[in-house]
């Protein structure tokens, strides 16, 4: 077992290390004038964690995100001498500027020379003659706290990868901008996936640092695999914080308005409506064709270049709602999906088999068929849900929500 001197580093039960889940890291002391306002990242400690990469080679999987202030943090340690080996490259692509979807190739970063490697192509899992050439992957990624969200799928599958490899793993956490609340029926078995690879709600409330832990200490990567794994925890962050996303996540998300209202409206990529994809305000607007006469606001989706090339109803007018300048409320709600599959025309034509995948339960469909109410389909979560806020609690490493 490692000891890291400096900062708080221990010891899980489970046999990985991470910075320590303590009251003292989130306090402020009042007898200085200069505590930090807001969290201190992981990848800010580098007192910490630079140690830990002495004569190590180093894979990257970061994106556009991954900043210390103005400098990417691959710029950063590569200035201080890190042995940065590789990028791999999620979703979105290095530098975040792939549509949702979009194949990333393989390719070379003009402004490091650092080969990249693709995770979102014909390969999702690094191969172990990928990470044959390093000791360590670093994983630091602005995550957004849903299921769906394929960061933490990459992520899965490349600490899967490092431990059937015997190599190293860190991550240096950020914050969860939905990190207050946990809700949303549990994945089901049969329906793992890309968009949704852990068994967890829709709305998990772990930052990734503790969604990797809970990872390892579930066996989810897998029965007999252990993980080498060191979460570098933040200073001066809670549950209860409200957090706002200082650089858009991904293309689709480039607000904390889309970014709040992400894991409801996001449903309606099951269905043919349209999620907002083509303007500028995605998963703030939801539409269909069909709908004139229903509703009165209406949009056009279009070809937008790095957000949506080709969208759900592409240059045909669409009539729902505009969520974009309204209040709503941080929540996870069936309350959208409900309205617009009761006051669509052709329900026949409706849904499309990713809602199973998206809702992670096969259950959804047929119970808005039935006519089942919001609260009824709730009260069809649990127990899972009340068995996952238990098994939660034993991962975090920050105070939790009221």
Excluded at 196 to 225: C, F, R, S, Y
Aim: hydrophobic share 35%; aromatic share 8%.
């Amino acid at each position: 077992m490692k000891t890291i001197p400096i900062l708080l580093i221990v010891s899980l039960l489970f046999g990985c290390t991470s910075s320590a889940n303590n009251e003292e890291n989130n306090q402020e002391d009042p007898t200085t004038n200069d505590v930090p306002k807001g969290p201190v990242m992981g990848a800010e400690q580098m007192d910490v964690y630079l140690p830990l990469l002495e004569g190590k080679r180093v894979a990257m999987l970061v994106n556009h995100t991954t900043m210390l202030g103005e400098t990417h943090l691959v710029d950063t340690l590569k200035s201080r001498g890190v042995n940065i080996v590789k990028v791999f490259a999620a979703e979105h692509g290095f530098r975040g500027d792939a549509d949702a979807g979009q194949k990333i190739e393989d390719g070379v970063d003009s402004r490091t020379g650092i080969p990249i490697v693709s995770l979102y192509g014909k390969t999702r899992k690094p191969t172990a003659e990928m990470l044959a050439d390093i000791d360590m992957i670093i994983y630091d990624i602005q995550d957004v706290g849903v299921r769906f969200y394929t960061f933490i799928s990459t992520m899965h599958h490349t600490m899967e990868a490092a431990a059937e490899s015997g190599k190293q793993y860190m991550v240096l956490d950020r914050p969860n901008p939905n990190g207050m609340y946990v809700d949303g029926p549990i994945r089901e078995d049969s329906l793992k996936s890309f968009v949704g690879i852990n068994p967890v709600p829709v709305v998990h409330g772990l930052t990734v640092g503790e969604m990797a832990q809970m990872a390892v200490g579930e066996k989810w990567l897998g029965d007999g695999l252990d993980l080498d794994l060191n979460v570098i925890a933040m200073k001066n962050y809670t549950h209860n914080d409200e957090y706002s996303v200082p650089i858009k996540p991904s293309p689709n998300l480039p607000n904390d308005q889309a970014i709040k209202l992400y894991a409801s409206t996001c449903l309606f990529e099951g269905t043919t409506l349209s999620e907002g994809r083509g303007t500028y305000e995605p998963f703030q607007k939801i539409g269909h064709p069909d709908l004139k006469g229903v509703y009165e606001f209406s949009f056009t989706p279009v070809g937008i270049k790095g957000m949506a090339s080709k969208p759900k109803h592409k240059d045909v007018e669409c009539f729902g709602i505009d969520l974009s300048g309204k209040e709503v409320k941080r929540e996870y709600t069936l309350s959208y999906l409900l309205d617009f599959y009761n006051k669509f025309p052709d329900k026949g034509s409706f849904w499309k088999k990713y809602i199973n995948l998206l809702e992670g339960t096969g259950a959804l469909r047929s119970q808005i068929e039935q006519g089942m109410t919001e609260e009824e389909i709730r009260q069809t979560w649990e127990p899972g849900l009340s068995d996952f806020k238990k098994a939660r609690k034993k991962y975090l490493l920050y105070p939790d929500f009221n």
